[in-house]
């Protein structure tokens, strides 16, 4: 692939023992040798069951975990190498979406501050001024399919689906080229999510954004995702464009998973 | 789309939470008594001097042709082996309980969030370090270290508070270890680190704020025993010096008239109990509110 | 006379901002051997259909309003906590979401089925084998748990809770819930919690029990697609209203009821082009404050006056399938 956008080469991830009372439990293998690559302007899936390596593998490209060996490379550079203070800059380019809307805001602080925050945060690459954030703020939200009278509320007055679009908002904040989404609409109900895929969808062609999207849901993949790789037990077991692996699977763990998902489907 | 103009806050946001958990605080009558007990104790403290029918005995003077006098209208209380009035004596000793206890629950909470909020958040040794500190200030007893630190900085009422505030401290410090530990893992923790949040911006503006809730009601709780524990320094004869009334040097002294005379012991007997139990139920009422467990 | 049935059951809970009337008239019938799918997005109230048969609301802040439920004929909601209890595991089992937290972590495994066996023989002694007692009742639970498919039954009796995995235990509150030879069964999202491989072997084990033991079971989901595979019938709830149900093939291969169609409509499946996903447009109705007449209308595109002039009656479109709508869609119109 001529230019990823990321490059995830050969990594892997290893957790050491637990020092116990008694024994040392087994050390932990949550990545082996994953390699992907994800293009500029693509909505690349990550399909994977809990115990996975899914989670895992998002903290490494944030830089959250290092890798135990293998290298990751956003925009061509290699993210260990950064300097502290490039790897702060470097957030302001990949943003992260997570699963539960409920848990990954702060009940504490408005809507306001919690999607001015990152612009805050990242003020000196970005210039902007207390009043701008503000306006910003406004625009984002109204992007998101909120309004600037949410800006002065709170979490809890809010819907799992609006909650879910204020942290797509925050992401969006900084200005990001590359998106993280684990599983953002899994907590949603059906006619939520609906609206949620089709606002990222939307929101994709706008902006101009990349997307690595995590997902067991195949028919949410299906939907969203250019091409897909499956992850089972820290490997990758199969990757290629969606519409062919879906028409024909490859591995045995393809197949099983498109078998066990439960469809509106009669014989 | 900017507008020029953005809506104003609405502060009826922040006020409706309020009034919700004033509507579940109303719902236990055992609440509401503890919250009303509260106020007329602190309403005493603050008036107290005042109110008293007789403030030139609260002052120190005597009226030895008075002695020992049971209850009666012109002395609710009776009077005391000085002659004193023991309702006004009551009165007055609430302003020292409370105040001594209030500052020895401020000053605990302050020192033990610092610790406790740099121990959760920075762990490894730094951790290790402090909580080893706190746990050899939980062995020693916290009375005797309270009456070992008095003694060495001799007597009232600021020394004592801060000898007592010395020894009450660690529970705080654990309690907030413990909270910052959790929070630590939450998942807006995590956004704010993606988000490229420094450490101080994060224990400071996501991790504390959420520990607020805890903290406070374990203060409201800890009131009446910082207060028992003003009353039993005193019983012993450390802190307050006479002639300034405080409920343990008043029962300490009226330990030896009983039962004869059993009025000097059992009014400010029954104030401490009635101050104490308020600050428990008041406690009790706030922690079933405040109870992040119950989800909105 | 069928197993349960659930006759304009109205339920109001209590909270800071007013009373919620939560359950809007509810009627459900249901026979032995029937699995019936109770689906609806949050707040649509399955749940607490589903507790309330089981008494398990906790009574204020709840207040049934009116209504019956009559399970083998007699009322629930009028019997007394004593007698219900009585019924709970022993003629009606539950299973709930969350495996990890519905399982005791300090007893082991064995122990909570044996429990359940014997509080369900004091009421039918005939359930447990030859020797009877604690032995017959050990006997038994080895044998549910070989019947759910835990491997090594006979071994794995006097493991703890934390010794199994997700399914394993889902598996064991399986076997919990039957050892007791219910007739009626109430699953709360027994799968949601579970990978998707896991959910289908269990969804399969549902479906071995009830032709096995010859219960009813009433399937708390949000997922379609469970429904589709494992139930025999399906009622779809909206805001406290049943607004349609029926046998599964028919209601969710020709959706009566606009929300039902527009429900499947708004999951992705393989056929659906990008963007083509139609979500449904507003929010669920603020309960305390509910909207006159039908409680979908302010959504429904077919909506008209005398939609919010009284909660439209459940009509029968075809034997089993009734809807309640006074503009359901015809098969081949669009929504």
């Given at each position: 692939?001529?230019?990823?956008?990321?490059?995830?080469?050969?990594?892997?991830?290893?957790?050491?023992?637990?020092?116990?009372?008694?024994?040392?439990?087994a050390p932990v293998t949550a990545l082996e040798d994953v390699s992907l690559g994800v293009a500029k302007g693509e909505s690349f899936g990550l399909v994977g069951e809990s115990g996975s390596g899914k989670t895992t593998l998002t903290r490494c490209i944030l830089q959250l975990d290092a890798p135990t060996s293998g290298r990751i490379r956003f925009e061509g550079e290699d993210l260990a190498t950064l300097t502290p203070a490039a790897l702060r800059a470097l957030r302001a380019r990949i943003q992260i979406v997570f699963q539960d809307p409920f848990a990954s805001l702060n009940p504490r602080m408005s809507v306001h501050d919690i999607v001015t925050e990152p612009m805050l945060i990242h003020a000196r690459t970005l210039g902007l001024g207390r009043r701008q954030r503000t306006e910003r703020a406004a625009e984002i939200l109204s992007l998101v399919g909120l309004g600037p009278q949410h800006l002065h509320r709170y979490p809890h007055e809010f819907?799992?689906?609006?909650?879910?679009?204020?942290?797509?908002?925050?992401?969006?904040?900084?200005?990001?080229?590359?998106?993280?989404?684990?599983e953002p609409t899994s907590a949603l109900d059906v006619s939520v999510q609906a609206q949620v895929l089709n606002l990222l969808i939307d929101l994709q062609r706008r902006l101009g954004l990349t997307y690595f999207f995590i997902s067991h849901d195949l028919g949410v993949i299906h939907y969203v995702c250019d091409r897909v790789a499956l992850i089972l037990r820290g490997r990758i077991v199969e990757e290629g464009e969606t519409q062919a692996l879906f028409a024909a699977p490859e591995s045995e763990y393809a197949r099983s998973l498109i078998a066990a998902m439960p469809e509106v489907r009669f014989p | 789309m900017s507008d020029a103009a953005l809506p104003p806050p609405p502060e009826s946001a922040r006020s409706l939470a309020w009034r919700r958990a004033f509507f579940r605080f109303r719902q236990s009558?055992?609440?509401?008594?503890?919250?009303?007990?509260?106020?007329?104790?602190?309403?005493?403290?603050?008036?107290?001097?005042?109110?008293?029918?007789?403030?030139?005995?609260v002052a120190g003077g005597v009226d030895t042709a008075n002695r020992f006098r049971p209850p009666s209208w012109a002395h609710p209380f009776g009077t005391n082996e000085l002659g004193q009035d023991v309702f006004s004596l009551v009165l007055a000793g609430t302003r020292i309980s409370v105040l001594a206890g209030l500052g020895v629950v401020v000053i605990a909470a302050l020192v033990g969030v610092v610790v406790g909020a740099i121990a959760g958040f920075a762990g490894g040794w730094t951790d290790e370090i402090l909580m080893r500190l706190t746990d050899l200030k939980l062995v020693i007893p916290g009375l005797i270290l309270a009456m070992a630190v008095a003694a060495a900085m001799g007597?009232?009422?600021?020394?004592?508070?801060?000898?007592?505030?010395l020894a009450w401290w660690p529970g705080f410090a654990r309690l907030v270890r413990g909270e910052v530990l959790a929070k630590k893992e939450e998942a807006f923790v995590t956004a704010a680190r993606a988000i490229g949040a420094s450490p101080a911006r994060i224990l400071f503006r996501h991790i504390l704020p959420n520990i607020v809730s805890p903290v406070m009601v374990k203060m409201s709780l800890d009131m009446g025993f910082a207060i028992l524990t003003v009353a039993s320094l005193g019983f012993i004869g450390i802190g307050v010096r006479p002639p300034t009334p405080e409920w343990g040097t008043m029962l300490s002294v009226a330990r030896a008239y009983m039962p004869d005379f059993w009025w000097t012991a059992v009014f400010p007997g029954a104030a401490m109990f009635l101050a104490i139990f308020g600050f428990n139920l008041l406690g009790d009422g706030l922690r079933d509110v405040l109870d992040p467990r119950a989800r909105r | 006379m069928a197993l349960l049935e659930i006759r304009d059951l109205h339920l109001a809970m209590r909270s800071f901002d007013g009373e919620a009337h939560v359950l809007n008239g509810i009627d459900l019938s249901v026979e032995r051997g029937e699995v019936w799918g109770l689906v609806g997005e949050t707040g649509c109230g399955k749940s607490l259909t589903g507790l309330s048969v089981s008494r398990l609301v906790p009574a204020p802040p709840a207040r049934y309003m009116q209504g019956e439920i009559r399970f083998d004929g007699r009322d629930l909601l009028t019997l007394s906590e004593r007698e219900m209890q009585g019924l709970r595991g022993h003629r009606i089992g539950m299973i709930f979401q969350d495996p990890t937290t519905n399982l005791n972590p300090v007893f082991r495994v064995g122990t909570q089925l044996v429990d359940v066996a014997?509080?369900?023989?004091?009421?039918?002694?005939?359930?447990?084998?030859?020797?009877?007692?604690?032995?017959?009742?050990?006997?038994?639970?080895?044998?549910?748990?070989?019947?759910?498919?835990?491997?090594?039954?006979?071994?794995?009796?006097?493991?703890?809770?934390h010794q199994f995995s997700g399914g394993m235990r889902q598996r064991v509150l399986i076997a919990m819930a039957l050892i007791g030879r219910p007739d009626l069964l109430i699953a709360d999202e027994p799968t949601t919690a579970l990978d998707v491989s896991v959910q289908a072997q269990i969804l399969k084990l549902l479906k071995a029990m009830v032709a096995e033991f010859g219960m009813g079971v009433v399937l708390i989901t949000h997922n379609l697609g469970v429904v589709a595979q494992t139930c025999s019938h399906v009622a779809v709830m909206y805001a406290g209203n049943i607004v349609e149900r029926g046998p599964v093939r028919t209601v969710l291969t020709a959706p009566a009821h606009p929300y039902t169609h527009a429900l499947l409509r708004a999951i992705p499946t393989r056929g659906v082009p990008r963007g083509a996903l139609a979500g449904?447009?507003?929010?669920?109705?603020?309960?305390?404050?509910?909207?006159?007449?039908?409680?979908?209308?302010?959504?429904?595109?077919?909506?008209?006056?005398?939609c919010t002039a009284a909660v439209p009656p459940a009509a029968e479109l075809a034997p089993g399938h009734a809807v309640a709508c006074l503009h359901p869609v015809r098969e081949g119109a669009d929504a």
């Amino acid at each position: 692939m001529p230019d990823p956008m990321l490059e995830i080469e050969r990594v892997t991830k290893v957790f050491p023992g637990q020092r116990g009372m008694f024994a040392t439990s087994a050390p932990v293998t949550a990545l082996e040798d994953v390699s992907l690559g994800v293009a500029k302007g693509e909505s690349f899936g990550l399909v994977g069951e809990s115990g996975s390596g899914k989670t895992t593998l998002t903290r490494c490209i944030l830089q959250l975990d290092a890798p135990t060996s293998g290298r990751i490379r956003f925009e061509g550079e290699d993210l260990a190498t950064l300097t502290p203070a490039a790897l702060r800059a470097l957030r302001a380019r990949i943003q992260i979406v997570f699963q539960d809307p409920f848990a990954s805001l702060n009940p504490r602080m408005s809507v306001h501050d919690i999607v001015t925050e990152p612009m805050l945060i990242h003020a000196r690459t970005l210039g902007l001024g207390r009043r701008q954030r503000t306006e910003r703020a406004a625009e984002i939200l109204s992007l998101v399919g909120l309004g600037p009278q949410h800006l002065h509320r709170y979490p809890h007055e809010f819907s799992g689906g609006q909650r879910q679009r204020i942290c797509i908002a925050r992401a969006l904040a900084p200005g990001p080229s590359l998106v993280l989404l684990d599983e953002p609409t899994s907590a949603l109900d059906v006619s939520v999510q609906a609206q949620v895929l089709n606002l990222l969808i939307d929101l994709q062609r706008r902006l101009g954004l990349t997307y690595f999207f995590i997902s067991h849901d195949l028919g949410v993949i299906h939907y969203v995702c250019d091409r897909v790789a499956l992850i089972l037990r820290g490997r990758i077991v199969e990757e290629g464009e969606t519409q062919a692996l879906f028409a024909a699977p490859e591995s045995e763990y393809a197949r099983s998973l498109i078998a066990a998902m439960p469809e509106v489907r009669f014989p | 789309m900017s507008d020029a103009a953005l809506p104003p806050p609405p502060e009826s946001a922040r006020s409706l939470a309020w009034r919700r958990a004033f509507f579940r605080f109303r719902q236990s009558g055992l609440s509401m008594l503890g919250a009303a007990i509260v106020l007329l104790v602190i309403f005493v403290a603050i008036f107290g001097p005042w109110l008293a029918p007789f403030p030139e005995h609260v002052a120190g003077g005597v009226d030895t042709a008075n002695r020992f006098r049971p209850p009666s209208w012109a002395h609710p209380f009776g009077t005391n082996e000085l002659g004193q009035d023991v309702f006004s004596l009551v009165l007055a000793g609430t302003r020292i309980s409370v105040l001594a206890g209030l500052g020895v629950v401020v000053i605990a909470a302050l020192v033990g969030v610092v610790v406790g909020a740099i121990a959760g958040f920075a762990g490894g040794w730094t951790d290790e370090i402090l909580m080893r500190l706190t746990d050899l200030k939980l062995v020693i007893p916290g009375l005797i270290l309270a009456m070992a630190v008095a003694a060495a900085m001799g007597p009232g009422i600021v020394n004592m508070v801060i000898a007592i505030s010395l020894a009450w401290w660690p529970g705080f410090a654990r309690l907030v270890r413990g909270e910052v530990l959790a929070k630590k893992e939450e998942a807006f923790v995590t956004a704010a680190r993606a988000i490229g949040a420094s450490p101080a911006r994060i224990l400071f503006r996501h991790i504390l704020p959420n520990i607020v809730s805890p903290v406070m009601v374990k203060m409201s709780l800890d009131m009446g025993f910082a207060i028992l524990t003003v009353a039993s320094l005193g019983f012993i004869g450390i802190g307050v010096r006479p002639p300034t009334p405080e409920w343990g040097t008043m029962l300490s002294v009226a330990r030896a008239y009983m039962p004869d005379f059993w009025w000097t012991a059992v009014f400010p007997g029954a104030a401490m109990f009635l101050a104490i139990f308020g600050f428990n139920l008041l406690g009790d009422g706030l922690r079933d509110v405040l109870d992040p467990r119950a989800r909105r | 006379m069928a197993l349960l049935e659930i006759r304009d059951l109205h339920l109001a809970m209590r909270s800071f901002d007013g009373e919620a009337h939560v359950l809007n008239g509810i009627d459900l019938s249901v026979e032995r051997g029937e699995v019936w799918g109770l689906v609806g997005e949050t707040g649509c109230g399955k749940s607490l259909t589903g507790l309330s048969v089981s008494r398990l609301v906790p009574a204020p802040p709840a207040r049934y309003m009116q209504g019956e439920i009559r399970f083998d004929g007699r009322d629930l909601l009028t019997l007394s906590e004593r007698e219900m209890q009585g019924l709970r595991g022993h003629r009606i089992g539950m299973i709930f979401q969350d495996p990890t937290t519905n399982l005791n972590p300090v007893f082991r495994v064995g122990t909570q089925l044996v429990d359940v066996a014997l509080a369900a023989a004091r009421r039918e002694p005939s359930i447990l084998p030859a020797p009877g007692g604690r032995r017959g009742a050990r006997a038994l639970a080895v044998q549910m748990l070989d019947k759910v498919g835990i491997p090594d039954a006979a071994g794995r009796i006097d493991d703890y809770p934390h010794q199994f995995s997700g399914g394993m235990r889902q598996r064991v509150l399986i076997a919990m819930a039957l050892i007791g030879r219910p007739d009626l069964l109430i699953a709360d999202e027994p799968t949601t919690a579970l990978d998707v491989s896991v959910q289908a072997q269990i969804l399969k084990l549902l479906k071995a029990m009830v032709a096995e033991f010859g219960m009813g079971v009433v399937l708390i989901t949000h997922n379609l697609g469970v429904v589709a595979q494992t139930c025999s019938h399906v009622a779809v709830m909206y805001a406290g209203n049943i607004v349609e149900r029926g046998p599964v093939r028919t209601v969710l291969t020709a959706p009566a009821h606009p929300y039902t169609h527009a429900l499947l409509r708004a999951i992705p499946t393989r056929g659906v082009p990008r963007g083509a996903l139609a979500g449904l447009p507003g929010t669920v109705p603020n309960l305390i404050d509910p909207p006159p007449g039908c409680r979908f209308a302010p959504r429904c595109a077919r909506a008209t006056a005398a939609c919010t002039a009284a909660v439209p009656p459940a009509a029968e479109l075809a034997p089993g399938h009734a809807v309640a709508c006074l503009h359901p869609v015809r098969e081949g119109a669009d929504a």
